[in-house]
């Protein structure tokens, strides 16, 4: 039997895909666990123009807790790039969105884009500051490549989230230069995610929880589909790394995600 670890503590999901397949036949019971568990808010991070209305109907189910943001996977990013970021500005224009993303550099799969995933990136980070919007990062593979795009967009206005944080404590760093938090998911359960290491040393007030649900699901249901309930999870770790309670990591993220997210006073 699972443990609960809910004692009254409310936590924020920074990025979860809870309207992708995955989740098509348990979706209300899987949003139903992790609000049980006290995750009460959900960000759910864009991928392309084909899941566009699934993320709308879902928003329109759960006003109250969940959150979109419209922008381009970089995986997705491929001959249609043009019409794809179309679709993004229309959107942008159209809808009340919370950030820019996810947005960024893949090169993990496919080196083929790579210019354009830079104009896209570059693109929509834009967008993001002329709206007065966080971007939400995807790298993999790519951490110089993205830093050099930062690098040219870099400025007060400039903020967001480097999601799925997997890079060495200099990359850490220097993702704060840019006024990004850093999102924590289940790599750092991981016994080879290597972030537990250094972790310590990042301000827990520059620390934001995300699982990346249906992926990364940490220790002990690495391999399985990951689920928002299962922030628990990253919670606790956290909670062993920082020498805290879960009620002050569960405090001090739901703020730090809240002023990234609401600082623009919707």
């Given at each position: 039997?699972?443990?609960?670890?809910?004692?009254?503590?409310?936590?924020?999901?920074?990025?979860?895909h809870l309207?992708?397949?995955a989740f098509d036949e348990d979706r209300e019971?899987?949003?139903?666990?992790?609000?049980?568990?006290?995750?009460?808010?959900?960000?759910?991070?864009?991928?392309?123009?084909?899941?566009?209305?699934?993320m709308l109907?879902?928003?329109k189910a759960y006003p109250e807790n969940i959150h979109l943001m419209m922008g381009l996977h970089p995986t997705y990013v491929k001959e249609n790039v043009a019409e794809e970021l179309a679709h993004v500005e229309e959107q942008l224009a159209q809808h009340r969105?919370?950030?820019v993303g996810e947005i960024g550099i893949d090169l993990y799969w496919d080196k083929t884009y790579l210019k354009q995933q830079q104009q896209a990136f570059d693109q929509q980070i834009k967008w993001a500051k002329a709206r007065k919007l966080p971007i939400v990062i995807h790298c993999r593979d790519a951490f110089e490549e993205?830093?050099?795009?930062?690098?040219?967009?870099?400025?007060?206005?400039?903020?967001?989230i480097f999601h799925?944080?997997?890079?060495?404590?200099?990359?850490?760093?220097?993702?704060?230069?840019?006024?990004?938090?850093?999102g924590i998911g289940g790599v750092v359960t991981f016994k080879n995610g290597k972030i537990d290491q250094f972790l310590q040393d990042i301000p827990l007030s520059e620390i934001v929880l995300e699982t990346d649900a249906p992926y990364l699901a940490p220790v002990p249901h690495r391999g399985k589909r990951n689920q928002s309930a299962y922030l628990t999870l990253i919670?606790?770790?956290?909670?062993?790394?920082y020498g805290k309670t879960m009620e002050e990591i569960a405090e001090q993220t739901t703020k730090n995600a809240n002023g990234v997210f609401l600082s623009n006073n919707f």
């Open positions: 039997m699972r443990k609960h670890y809910f004692c009254g503590m409310k936590m924020i999901d920074t990025h979860t309207y992708v397949e019971a899987a949003i139903a666990a992790a609000m049980a568990e006290g995750v009460t808010n959900f960000y759910l991070p864009a991928i392309d123009s084909q899941y566009t209305q699934r109907e879902l928003e969105y919370y950030a993205v830093f050099d795009v930062l690098e040219q967009n870099k400025g007060e206005d400039l903020h967001g799925c944080f997997t890079g060495t404590k200099t990359d850490a760093e220097r993702a704060l230069g840019y006024n990004l938090k850093l919670a606790k770790k956290l909670a062993e790394v």
